[in-house]
């Protein structure tokens, strides 16, 4: 059993950055592949950004790459989100999500256990 919690949400301005980090209970986490997803009012879930499980391999949404960081700390069995160049269009609620058969199910939204969620506000 993993437990995620997720925080480091808020309100920013538009242009500004925020980290998210999504702590894992348990021993295993080392051996999941760790992901984001977000979901903003109205609209379905979206996958955000992926990463392996030894950190070595990521992947991004079109919509964030090159503004998003996904990166994890296997001691610290916590993942993370630097998010800058933020949008109005980013807001939303962010979940973190992790799979024990590895990223590429993972992007489609195929988890294992998923957090709870933090809300992320841009304003224009």
């Known amino acids: 059993q993993v437990q995620l919690v997720e925080s480091g949400g808020g309100l920013v301005q538009a242009g500004g950055s925020l980290r998210l980090s999504c702590a894992a209970s348990g021993r295993t986490f080392s051996s999941y592949a760790m992901g984001w997803f977000r979901q903003a009012p109205g609209k379905e879930r979206e996958f955000v950004a992926v990463i392996s499980w030894s950190g070595g391999t990521t992947y991004y949404a079109d919509s964030v790459k090159g503004r998003f960081t996904i990166s994890r700390d296997?001691?610290?069995?916590t993942v993370y989100l630097q998010m800058n160049s933020l949008k109005?269009?980013?807001?939303a609620v962010y979940y973190c999500a992790a799979s024990s058969t590895g990223g590429r199910g993972?992007?489609?939204?195929?988890?294992d256990?998923?957090?709870q969620g933090t809300q992320v506000t841009v304003s224009s």
């Open 74 to 77: 296997n001691a610290k069995n």
């Open 88 to 91: 109005p269009e980013d807001t």
């Open 106 to 111: 993972l992007r489609f939204g195929t988890a």
């Open 113 to 115: 256990y998923w957090g």
